[in-house]
Each structure stands twice: as C-alpha cells, then as structure tokens.
C-alpha cells in the first residue's frame, strides 16, 4: 500500500478508537521528528523533549485530523513550528539574561561551556562536524526550508504546504541558504572538490 | 538566460525543480562552465553532508514511551494500565507491608497503655516488660493477672 494512503488509514483507526495506531504512526515518524528537530535546533539533548511535545501535539489533535492534507505535512508543519516558538523563547531568554548578566558571570559560564566542550570531546559524545556548525548560523526560516529538502527529501511544493508560505518563497529561501553555506564552508569544500 | 540568471537557478536545478526546458538548458551550460559545475557540486556535498550529519540511533523504546505518554497525558487514569504486571504486584506488595507495619504499630501503642500495678512489676506490658518476662522475673500468669485487674 502506498505509504500516505498508509498513514491515512492508521489515523482513522485512531480516530475510531484503536491507540496502538497512534504508537505506529510515532514509530513511522519519529527518525523524520528527531532529526528536523536535532538539525535545526543543533544539540541531541532537544531530541527526545521535543520530539514528545510534537508528537503530544499530534496525539490531541489527530481526531481533528481533517484529511486536506498529507499526514507528514501536517506533521512537519506542527514540528517546525515547535522549533520556531523554541527558538524565539530561547532568543527572549538570552535577551532576558545578558541584561542582569554581569561580566564576572559571562566569564564564569564561558568557562563552564569550556569544560563541557573539552568533556564532549573526550568522551567523543558530541562530534563536532563543521557543517552542522554552519548550519546553527543559518535563520531559523531559511534552515527549516533547507533541512525539509535536503534531510527529508521533500519537494518545493510539499515544503511550501509545510510552511505555509509559496512554492516561489521556498525557492529563494534554499537558494539564500546554500549561498549562505557555501560562503561559511568555503575553506571545507576547497579541501573536498 | 545569462550566466548570472543561470547562477541563480542551480539551486532548484540540482533540485530537479525547474521545467524540462529550464533543466535542458541550465545543464548544457554546466557542462560547459566550471565554476557552475563547481556550485552544482557543492550542492551536492552539502545535501550527502546534511543527511551524513543526521542522527543515526534513537533509543528502541523511543515511540513506544513517547505513546505511554501521550495517553497518561490524555487520561492520567491510564497509569495502572502503562504499568506492567511487575510494578503493579510490587506496589501492592509495599502496600499491604505498610498496612501491616501500621496496624501492628498501633496495637504495640494500645497494649502499652496497659500499666502493672506498682509492687506488681511497676512496669508498662511493653519492651521492658518482655524483657523482664524473658529474664523470668515475672510469669506470663502474673501479667494476665494484672491486665484482668485493671
């Protein structure tokens, strides 16, 4: 069976009542969820937090579930929205901080960070990969487009149903991100082509 | 189109996204132009690094936790139904050892307000009355006589 007619079908199950369909759709999804959310918000540790809270989004309002659209677009649509709002309560936060923030407290956090840096790269936990270095520089518009295309493989049409926005707008927000890239990796592409 | 407007195109060219013709001539101009050829192959890094990047492994139990959440979200009464047979027993288990524990507690509380006279043994039908029955100062007889008097 074709895997949306798939999806369509597990979800009237839910709706009719059958739960283990929900846990299918989860299972289906969840590689997708953890790694728009991974990234685009850059640190594994988000992973499970938000990949729940997207998925309990999804778990209330499938009974709403209207069928106008594919499932994984409306899926995305609700985990790319999750990162945004995380992104921007985030920014407040930073803001919020750096107000009261002495410098003696920078100072001390960055030194913080030090430590956990040089940990990870001990214990090999976190691998620092330079493209996902340049890719937490990106806008968060411009990553989400970008990651719907190159991680999930989908087509300007189906982004600009995720995001709301024209297929002409998905267009030049890729082709500003991977103008962008290319000028942040310009030394690691030398080095690879 | 000019090598500028073609510049601008690569992006949705190597996305397979421009109509038939656009693709045919952006791609006779790529064969042709290095440093096109250049961004078209990056392009092409950037996506296999992209998915390279991904995340590999999630845990094994990650949708099924993810679903027992979301229903003990939904309906918290559903906890005993996510628990599985053993923490169910166990708790039933603790359950009636703490009953247990408190029942016996507050008969050892009844029984020590039961005092022996004075000249008797002068002590409470308590730990140290056992004690003192134990060492044989006393007899089982003495401190059932004792509690029938009061």
């Known amino acids: 069976m074709n895997p949306v007619h798939d999806d369509l079908h597990l979800i009237r199950s839910f709706q009719a009542g059958d739960e283990s369909a929900f846990e299918e759709l989860v299972r289906r999804y969840q590689r997708q969820v953890a790694n728009i959310i991974y990234l685009t918000m850059g640190d594994r540790a988000d992973i499970e937090d938000l990949s729940q809270e997207a998925f309990l989004r999804v778990y209330k309002s499938l009974?709403?579930?209207?069928?106008?659209?594919?499932?994984?677009?409306?899926?995305?649509?609700?985990?790319?929205?999750?990162?945004?709002?995380?992104?921007?309560?985030?920014?407040?936060?930073?803001?919020?901080?750096?107000?009261?923030?002495?410098?003696?407290?920078?100072?001390?956090?960055?030194?913080?960070?030090?430590?956990?840096?040089?940990?990870?790269?001990?214990?090999?936990?976190?691998?620092?990969?330079?493209?996902?270095?340049?890719?937490?520089?990106?806008?968060?518009?411009?990553?989400?487009?970008?990651?719907?295309?190159?991680?999930?493989?989908?087509?300007y049409a189906d982004i600009a149903d995720v995001l709301k926005i024209t297929p002409q707008a998905v267009k030049s927000r890729i082709f500003r991100a991977r103008a962008e890239l290319r000028e942040l990796l310009k030394d690691y592409f030398k080095e690879r082509l | 189109m000019s090598h500028e407007t073609i510049q601008r195109e690569l992006s949705a060219f190597a996305d397979g996204e421009l109509s038939?013709?656009?693709?045919?001539?952006?791609?006779?101009?790529?064969?042709?132009?290095?440093?096109?050829?250049?961004?078209?192959?990056?392009?092409?890094?950037?996506?296999?690094?992209?998915?390279?990047?991904?995340?590999?492994?999630?845990?094994?139990?990650?949708?099924?936790?993810?679903?027992?959440?979301?229903?003990?979200?939904?309906?918290?009464?559903?906890?005993?139904?996510?628990?599985?047979?053993?923490?169910?027993?166990?708790?039933?288990?603790?359950?009636?050892?703490?009953?247990?524990?408190?029942?016996?507690?507050?008969?050892?509380s009844?029984?020590?307000?039961?005092?022996?006279?004075?000249?008797?043994?002068?002590?409470s039908v308590d730990s140290t009355a056992q004690k003192t029955l134990l060492r044989g100062e006393v007899s089982e007889d003495d401190i059932m006589l004792a509690v029938i008097e009061r």
């Open chain 1, 63 to 155: 009974n709403r579930f209207e069928f106008d659209s594919s499932f994984y677009s409306w899926l995305y649509r609700i985990v790319v929205n999750l990162c945004i709002d995380e992104f921007r309560r985030r920014k407040i936060r930073r803001t919020l901080s750096l107000d009261f923030f002495s410098e003696d407290r920078l100072e001390k956090e960055q030194k913080s960070a030090d430590l956990n840096t040089g940990l990870d790269e001990v214990l090999g936990n976190e691998k620092k990969n330079v493209v996902r270095q340049a890719l937490d520089k990106l806008s968060p518009d411009h990553k989400t487009a970008l990651i719907l295309r190159e991680y999930n493989d989908l087509s």
């Open chain 2, 20 to 108: 038939a013709l656009e693709t045919e001539e952006i791609r006779s101009h790529v064969a042709a132009c290095k440093d096109c050829r250049r961004a078209v192959d990056e392009y092409r890094l950037l996506r296999a690094e992209v998915r390279a990047s991904a995340v590999r492994e999630l845990p094994t139990n990650f949708a099924s936790n993810i679903a027992r959440t979301a229903r003990l979200q939904s309906d918290p009464q559903a906890v005993w139904q996510g628990a599985n047979v053993f923490a169910r027993r166990l708790v039933l288990a603790l359950t009636v050892v703490v009953f247990f524990v408190v029942s016996v507690g507050s008969l050892d």
């Open chain 2, 110 to 123: 009844t029984e020590s307000q039961v005092v022996i006279e004075p000249g008797f043994s002068g002590v």
